[in-house]
């Protein structure tokens, strides 16, 4: 079969499609060399050589070795050099290249090909001889490094040295000879470490290259970004070889990266930096500054160093109008890699631009706007979960601010914690709640791990399109980047600035959207909720067809729930409605009396708190649909936990502290979760969801009495299990509510209805549906007692039931589809079998899960409901579910 594709000539054998085959790198460098963009000739190693590999000891195909020899003449044709001819040497790249981008998880080699004869050939033909060795040590680090598996540390010490003995700071300063002799110290310290040479057989070089290529799939960074995202291990990597052209080739050269759009914006401009005479990546390793592509960036960023627009003219517009082509034929924002050889220019890499949330909101509405892509295609262009970044807080403006030092905005959003130096600590510290600040001098792909463990990540050096800034930006977590004041010491576990020290452990507040760093703690503002995001929602509000409720007690919670869209309350949980400090003496009055009597008086000093909390919801939910759950928690939690606190409760309200003892001593339970609680509550004590339903419409009657539109109470009852439970159950709402009703001479439409919790109440939910006209899925309760997992102990072994792969993901958070979900399957067919109209909505924690969402799509629920926070994120979940 066929393990090798070229490209290159302006034709390709593979296109933009083949991703799954040729990788994201090689399926686009394909795609723009039929283009007829200047790209580099090469041929691709497929993905499926990789996954032959791993699949059979680690042996290539046996194809492979002849097509790649043929992949090899086809670019020696093309370019008209031969690899390892010492006259016109041929020298290539090695660059992985898996399915979905893996920024910084696998390693480039350039300049593959050059050894001690080779390296004079190219001297030759360059007439640079400075130019030839330069690349030679590069190439003899990166190999070295990627492929013997040596440490760059000790290539960088002796460059140092270097440096020092000549008194220079910047790489661009060393002669010929100085980078002679450099490559001469490299080559004796790879003798040293190996205790063989550094390899001279160009062949032997490439080979050692790809195995490293396929080596890298397998390495713990890799390991680690796949689990983050999802990526399954068996999709492999597929491999490039290119031939080289040289940013480094004086000061016609140059080599950079270009976002067709800013990506942390998504204005519509194009963005990006490079350097002259440099290579590979030497741009994003922050080892010089690089500089602005167009004037206007370099003018509004103050900057001195000439742009490419300035520097590089004709080059530049050439450059503009590839890119433009680029954005217009991928039909999204493109992040491109380019470089110049003696005033040419040269393609590449380009992909799809990752891009904050806040970014992909504006291109989507943008390119939409503009007739790119139709708005349908703008709803599915967002990560739903990403919204998240955009509904959480930033700084205050009017607040006070202490700078302590400044850096470059390179991710936005805010946080606020203490400050840490090493990954390991973040991870350590953030895994246990800690709000952590990742502080370094510049990230590695070693640091994913705390990056992700942290709140906001720091840095001292490098620009935007540093290790950290791309990282962070992916991530969501605000940064800061190239902060050069900042001298870390994280020996002393300090950082000095400006004359000021801060130690590990002091807490920092950053604001990645403008570069700064603010001692302690500062205000936070709630985020705006206009223009593209309100653009973009009213777009997915069209497409979804699933409702979206909130989960919701409290007025601020209501009002919040509103503020981002919710159609209605899903879950009106009403046990804060016995808490409250207000009425909480009257209801352990209720739990501690000898009979019903006693309970009803105490009731009925309840009942007006309870309607007035009604009241304020139903005004601030005009006329939508309100959820509202009788009382759930068994009564105990209602009685103070200790002894002494008893005694006080006993002083301050004057009941009887031996009785009051007593009754928490009867009320214990072994395992309260499958105790006395849910409608088990109503079943015994009647009078208390009598009170409740009263107050419900109550409250209703009297939104209506005064003009406003009267709510739709849906009246739920928990934990259900039994149709009988349920018959009991609805008479009794019924009853009260006819009662209500007849007293104030009003009809109000209302429902009645269960949480559908256990798995009997789903497994007979035909029984439930004769009294029931809504189900409502509590899928957190579900979970638990489906599984048989306690959701509050489930932490201490779903770890390791995460890492041995027995879960895929925490079914707390992710709807178990197999399970739980067929459970919800059967209920809803059941249910409707009955009463073909009855309501189907959830409740749960995944309400608000894009997955569950789509889930709850597919086995058509009418509604899902969620935190008022995540409303945003599930009308668009809801709106990519429908399409
Ligand atoms: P990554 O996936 O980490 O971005 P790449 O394979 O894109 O790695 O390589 C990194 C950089 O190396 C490129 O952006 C480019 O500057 C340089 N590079 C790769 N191949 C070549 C080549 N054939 N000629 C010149 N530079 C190259
Ligand atoms: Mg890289
Ligand atoms: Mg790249």
């Known amino acids: 079969s066929r393990w090798v594709y070229s490209f290159g000539g302006g034709g390709a054998d593979g296109d933009a499609s083949m991703k799954n085959l040729l990788g994201g790198k090689g399926a686009n460098l394909a795609e723009m060399s039929s283009l007829g963009l200047p790209v580099p000739p090469g041929f691709t190693i497929t993905t499926e050589a990789c996954t032959h590999y791993y699949s059979n000891d680690k042996q290539y195909p046996a194809e492979l070795k002849e097509q790649v020899a043929v992949g090899l003449a086809t670019v020696e044709k093309l370019t008209g050099k031969t690899f390892g001819d010492t ?69 960088e010490e002796i460059l140092d040295e270097h440096k020092e003995r000549l008194d220079v700071t910047v790489d661009t300063a060393l002669t010929a000879e100085d980078w002679e002799k450099v490559v001469a110290d490299y080559k ?8 063989q040479a550094f390899p001279q057989d160009p062949h032997a070089q490439l080979w050692g290259a790809v195995g490293a290529v396929f080596a890298s799939w397998m390495n713990d960074r890799a390991k680690f970004y796949r689990r983050m995202h999802d990526i399954p291990e068996s999709w492999g990597t597929a491999v490039n070889v290119q031939s080289m052209v040289f940013g480094n080739m004086g000061d016609s050269s140059a080599t950079g990266v270009a976002f067709t759009r800013n990506p942390s914006t998504g204005e519509a401009r194009l963005y990006g930096e490079f350097l002259i005479n440099a290579q590979g990546e030497d741009v994003v390793a922050g080892i010089r500054t690089p500089q602005a592509l167009t004037k206007i960036a370099r003018e509004e960023m103050g900057e001195k160093a000439p742009s490419m627009e300035e520097a590089l003219p004709e080059v530049f517009t050439q450059f503009k109008a590839v890119v433009d082509k680029l954005e217009k034929h991928y039909r999204d924002m493109q992040d491109i890699e380019f470089t110049v050889e003696q005033g040419r220019l040269y393609m590449l ?76 600590e973040a991870e350590r510290l953030g895994s246990s709640g800690e709000a952590v600040i990742l502080v370094r001098d510049e990230t590695s792909p070693e640091d994913i791990h705390g990056m992700h463990a942290a709140r906001g990540i720091v840095t001292a050096r490098g620009g935007m399109t540093s290790h950290a800034a791309v990282v962070a930006r992916g991530m969501g977590r605000p940064c800061v980047s190239g902060a050069g004041e900042l001298q870390i010491d994280g020996k002393a576990g300090e950082l000095r600035v400006r004359g000021r020290t801060f130690k590990a452990g002091e807490i920092i507040t950053i604001d990645g959207s403008k570069g700064e760093i603010l001692a302690g703690t500062v205000k936070m503002i709630e985020p705006e909720l206009t223009g593209d995001f309100a653009t973009l929602m009213e777009w997915a509000d069209k497409t979804r067809r699933l409702k979206v409720r909130a989960n919701a007690e409290t007025p601020l919670d209501a009002r919040t729930a509103r503020q981002f869209g919710a159609e209605g309350i899903g879950l009106c949980r009403t046990e804060h409605m016995f808490f409250d400090e207000d009425r909480i003496a009257a209801v352990r009055e209720m739990i501690l009396a000898d009979d019903e009597a006693g309970r009803r008086a105490a009731l009925a000093k309840i009942l007006p708190m309870q309607r007035n909390d009604f009241v304020e919801l139903f005004t601030i939910m005009e006329g939508l649909p309100v959820t509202i759950r009788l009382l759930d928690p068994p009564l105990h939690e209602f009685l103070p936990h ?16 031996a009785k009051l003892m007593r009754r928490a001593k009867e009320l214990h339970e072994t395992n309260p979760m499958l105790g006395h609680r849910g409608c088990r509550l109503g079943v015994s004590y009647p009078e208390i969801y009598e009170m409740q339903v009263r107050a419900i419409f109550e409250a209703a009657c009297e939104i209506a009495e005064s003009g406003k539109t009267a709510p739709i109470p849906e009246i739920m009852h928990p934990l259900v299990a039994k149709g009988e ?5 609805r008479q009794l709402t019924d009853k009260t509510a006819q009662a209500v009703l007849k007293e104030r001479g009003r009809t109000i439409d209302y429902q009645v209805g269960t949480m559908v919790e256990l798995p009997r109440a789903a497994i007979r939910a035909g029984d439930l549906a004769e ?11 579900l979970t638990q007692t489906t599984f048989g997992i306690s959701r509050d102990d489930s932490g201490r072994f779903l770890g390791a039931y995460l890492e041995k792969g ?31 109209n009855v309501k189907l909505g959830i409740c749960g924690e995944h309400g608000g899960d894009p997955a569950s969402i789509e889930f709850c799509e597919r086995v058509g629920l009418d509604y899902v409901s969620c935190s008022p926070f995540r409303v945003p994120i599930a009308r668009l979940a809801a709106a990519q579910a429908a399409v």
């Open 642 to 657: 200790t002894e002494a606190d008893l005694q006080a409760v006993a002083e301050a309200t004057g009941l009887d502290a």
């Open 87 to 155: 006259a016109n040497p041929l020298l290539v790249s090695v660059r992985s290249g898996a399915r979905a981008s893996m920024p910084g998880m696998m390693d480039t080699v350039l300049n593959l090909g050059l050894n001690d004869a080779t390296v004079e050939g190219l001297a030759k033909l360059s007439g640079d001889r400075r130019f030839a060795f330069d690349s030679y040590r590069r190439f003899i680090q990166m190999y070295s490094n990627v492929v013997l598996d040596l440490d760059h540390h000790m290539f």
């Open 188 to 195: 004796a310290a790879v003798q040293q470490e190996l205790g």
């Open 771 to 781: 009294n029931a006209e809504f189900f409502s899925f509590g899928t957190n309760d």
């Open 725 to 729: 439970e349920m018959r009991f159950l």
């Open 806 to 836: 027995i879960f895929e993901k925490d079914p707390f958070v992710s709807l178990d589809q197999d399970g739980v979900g067929d459970l919800i399957r059967i209920a809803a067919e059941r249910g409707r079998a009955v009463r073909p």
């Open 349 to 424: 890499q380009t992909r799809n631009g990752k891009r904050t949330a806040k970014a992909a909101l504006k291109v989507a509405v943008d390119l939409a706007s503009e007739g790119l892509i139709t708005k349908e295609e703008a709803v599915m262009r967002v990560e739903p979960a990403s919204l998240d970044q955009l509904l959480h807080p930033t700084i205050d403006p009017a607040s006070p601010r202490d700078v302590i030092t400044t850096g470059l905005p390179a991710s936005p959003g805010a946080a606020t914690g203490k400050i840490v130096f090493s990954s390991d």
